[in-house]
């Protein structure tokens, strides 16, 4: 009995063997096969969205790219060195000398703890890594993880095959990876993680009405906060989307819990970052959310009250009072607190959102950055692709099945563009929004084509997760009245449909390797010979300041390099990318923009051993000083009024050949840019002194310095340092 | 026919009558509900006390550590609003909670007091 027992079980188990993969695929119940094309698909998705933003890092090498990235690492870096207690109460006495930084309480520390815990993660699993490799990998592990919140966005809104496509689209679309690229260590590739999580705790929050989702979306409020500036959105996007779901009559109780815990809580942790401060409370920009707050306690308490009275007459007048008390108290609240000036105005940085041309009138400085510009169509086109006219598709689709979640996407979407169109960097805030409803738009037509075809009782094409459980109705329904070549028209479609995704891909592909993938501080050009030819000459002069200058210099350049000096070169400098003080960046445009004696006097007051030009004249590069130099003259300008615009132009045409101002080939930038250029040929035909990035021959070629002697220029003449001699001796 | 005085006294006097009656209406009503929700309610109302009296105090002392201030009055304006919602999930007339068991609101409740007495307690300073 017992043997034949032993003897059937070893029969069963060797007739039995594991089947080969795919046979073993197909044994799954279907949920279980759609289970794993699902994981599969994200897994793949997640590794895709890492691996197409490492072009540089293959092409050139594992650096830090631009400019703000450098402060970004120099913080993290003494953040991993000093520990937070020290970070948290950095005063920085190397930039804006002499006024100094507070460091501690001027940033937004969230890229940089992020960074220090991955790098004490790694370093405590024993993986023997440098900072500088984490800082340039933050950004697309963190690209990575929003594809993953985008499956989840997907889900909540419309269903999982949304989600699916809208992982993939975000993961390479070109708008999101202009600011996310390996090396590009910026506040962005953080934050936007952060902007797509808080929005889906908070529509999670809205659609199950619990308080742990609430709170979770405070957490992530919190974590935005800390990372960037822009999430002034957030804080106007959610109360807006409130009022507008108030207004439609679309509010719940499920509404209430999750936005007042969101506000309370997320106002509360937002004011423990100290640049933030209280600004939750005094500022323009977040009262909006107070309002809706106040607004909702007064609307669910007269809600309250008419379902208790039961009683329309009585209601009615209790409505009345209360109605007026509130309207004049909150009025008289927002009017007092705005003329006394209390409540703070929009600051110039949003109010320029509203007012694009506000900027260029009153505040030079913010509209001569290149970002800030309003953006083309062109650009528009280069960053989204079929997504641009995808959009309104996927709007119509909302549209048609308007829910809580539904409202919130298409609101998100439409503001989102509203700004992106006036200004350029804001396409990255647009993209989350534009990749989620056009993967509506095409999650719902294949659906749709799909299941076309499959009323035909073909064979099952393995899709994933586009169940057709509610369309086999109307399905059914069509396939008695079915067109002749409905079945060849939906193939058709999808075909097209396929070639469309498959040209996107294509697109992104070579829009991040072509236009998204330049460190920018080390350039590349096409030799003569087709060969690649490479200037590091930014990476030269730093290492030559930080070896051959004492350590106590101070180094005057323009605002975009500060940055890249104290962390590379490790001197004191100026003015930084910061900008935080107007007056002192005009008095260095004032003395770049001033003949040399004057200049000569601004240096010595503000002890100035250094300064920095960066020209393009020799190899063509047109981001030079001299390109930026009318912004230089602007914003002296704007503080002093002896530095006047129109001295430097002829007839309104900014020129540097000989027919250029009298005022212009003689200033301190001018003499610094172009001092022994007059000596060089620098292209085959053409005259001595031949400026390749204006293609003209340059007025003033016998430049002689006074105060200033040439310390060193790089081997393609892109940086050139000079050192300013001591005062002569007095008889 | 009223003169205008006449319709004036009456107005007055059937506004008045219309604000006893609402009261006196609005009173039946909250008679009926539950002692638990009451409980809660008197909670609300002892937070809300408690920030009024913090907004009075600084009134007349002034806002230095305004952290402190804000501190203050946000933990009581806080837990009041994180109470309301706990009515909220927990009242059994709301049809959109009804397959949430009070315990498990109540651990939220718990759950985010906890959260928002430890911010507070960081920005106290």
Redesign the interface.
């Known amino acids: 009995m017992g043997a034949k027992a032993a003897e059937n079980g070893a029969k069963s188990s060797s007739s039995a063997p594991s089947p080969p993969p795919l046979k073993a695929f197909f044994r799954l119940k279907t949920k279980q096969q759609e289970l794993l094309i699902r994981v599969a698909s994200l897994a793949l998705i997640y590794v895709l969205a890492f691996a197409v933003r490492l072009f540089s890092v293959l092409r050139y090498e594992s650096m830090i790219h631009e400019f703000d990235p450098y402060f970004n690492y120099r913080t993290t870096l003494f953040l991993t060195r000093n520990g937070f207690y020290e970070f948290w109460n950095w005063f920085d006495s190397e930039s804006w000398y002499p006024l100094g930084r507070i460091i501690g309480g001027t940033l937004y520390p969230g890229l940089m703890v992020t960074a220090a815990l991955i790098y004490r993660l790694l370093r405590f699993l024993t993986f023997a890594v440098h900072i500088r490799e984490v800082c340039v990998l933050t950004a697309p592990f963190f690209a990575s993880n929003t594809t993953i919140v985008a499956y989840f966005f997907g889900k909540e809104i419309w269903d999982s095959g949304a989600g699916l496509v809208a992982a993939a689209l975000i993961a390479i679309c070109p708008g999101y990876i202009s600011r996310s690229v390996a090396g590009s260590y910026d506040n962005e590739g953080v934050a936007i993680f952060a902007l797509l999580f808080t929005f889906y705790l908070f529509v999670k929050a809205v659609n199950t ?4 989702w ?2 979770a979306s ?1 957490f992530g409020y919190f974590y935005m906060v800390s990372a960037w500036g822009g999430y002034v959105f957030i804080i106007n996007l959610i109360p807006l989307y409130v009022l507008v779901l108030l207004v439609t009559g679309r509010y ?3 509404l ?2 999750a936005y ?2 969101m506000y ?2 997320g ?3 937002a ?2 970052i100290r640049f933030v401060g ?1 600004q939750h ?1 005094q500022s323009g920009e977040h009262m909006a959310a107070m309002g809706v707050f106040f607004l909702l306690q007064v609307f669910y308490f007269l809600d309250w ?1 008419k379902y ?4 329309k007459q ?1 209601f009615q ?2 409505l009345r009072i209360t109605l007026t008390f509130a309207i004049s108290v909150g009025a008289l609240a927002l009017g007092i607190g705005t003329a006394s000036g209390y409540i703070s105005p929009w600051t110039g940085r949003f109010y320029s959102l509203l007012d694009p041309t506000y900027a260029k009138d009153h505040i030079p400085i913010i509209a001569s950055v290149s970002e800030h510009q309003p953006t083309a169509w062109s650009s528009f086109m280069f960053d989204f692709h079929i997504l641009l006219f995808l959009f309104p598709a996927g709007l119509y689709f909302c549209f048609k099945r308007l829910s809580d979640a539904t409202i919130f996407i298409v609101m998100y979407g439409l503001t989102s563009m509203y700004f992106a169109g006036v200004m350029v960097r804001l396409i990255l805030v647009a993209a989350p929004a534009v990749c989620l409803i056009s993967a509506i738009a095409i999650s719902a037509t294949v659906k749709n084509l799909t299941s076309l075809i499959r009323t035909k009782g073909k064979a099952p094409l393995a899709v994933s997760g586009k169940g057709s459980s509610s369309l086999k109705a109307s399905a059914k329904a069509s396939a008695d009245q079915s067109l002749p070549f409905q079945h060849n028209c939906a193939i058709a479609l999808l075909v097209g449909a396929f070639y469309l995704l498959s040209r996107y891909a294509i697109h992104c592909t070579w829009v991040t390797s072509e236009a998204y993938s330049s460190p920018s501080i080390v350039l590349a050009a096409r030799g003569a010979h087709g060969g690649r030819v490479i200037f590091d000459d930014y990476r030269e002069a730093y290492y030559w300041l930080r070896q051959n200058t004492p350590a106590d210099a101070k180094v005057m350049s323009w605002w975009d390099y500060g940055y890249q000096i104290t962390a590379m070169g490790n001197r004191t400098v100026i003015v930084d990318n910061n900008t935080w003080n107007n007056t002192h960046i005009a008095t260095v445009g004032r003395a770049m923009s001033s003949y040399e004696p004057e200049a000569y006097e601004i240096m010595q007051s503000l002890d100035v051993d250094y300064v920095l030009v960066v020209f393009g004249g020799l190899t063509g590069y047109s981001s030079d000083d001299i390109n930026k130099f009318l912004w230089m003259v602007r914003i002296g300008g704007g503080v002093f009024p002896v530095i006047k615009e129109p001295d430097y132009l002829v007839n309104g045409e900014y020129r540097v050949d000989k027919g250029a101002a009298p005022k212009m080939l003689n200033c301190l930038m001018y003499k610094l840019a172009y001092y022994r250029f007059g000596e060089m040929t620098t292209e085959y035909g053409k005259p001595t002194g031949y400026d390749r990035a204006r293609g003209v021959e340059i007025g003033n070629k016998d430049i002689k310095l006074e105060y200033l002697e040439e310390a060193f220029t790089t081997s393609n003449w892109i940086i050139r340092i000079y050192k300013v001699k001591p005062p002569k001796n007095r008889w | 026919m009223l003169t205008f005085r006449e319709l004036e006294f009456k107005m007055a006097k059937s506004s008045t009558s219309d604000a006893q009656a609402l009261f006196r209406s609005l009173r039946s009503a909250y008679a009926a509900t539950p002692t638990n929700l009451k409980i809660i309610d008197l909670y609300v109302v002892y937070a809300i006390t408690t920030a009024v009296i913090q907004v009075v105090y600084m009134g007349i002392v002034g806002s230095f550590p305004f952290n402190s201030f804000l501190a203050g009055v946000l933990s009581c304006v806080g837990t009041a609003v994180l109470a309301v919602c706990l009515r909220i999930q927990v009242n059994k007339e709301n049809k959109e909670f009804k397959d949430l068991p009070p315990e498990r609101a109540f651990a939220d409740f718990v759950l985010c007091n906890l959260v928002l007495h430890l911010v507070v307690i960081n920005f106290l300073g």
């Open positions: 009405g619990s308080l742990a609430a709170l405070a719940s109780m499920r209430y819990v007042n815990c309370i809580l106002m509360l942790l004011m423990q209280f409370v009250v208790m009275l039961n009683d009585l007048s209790f």
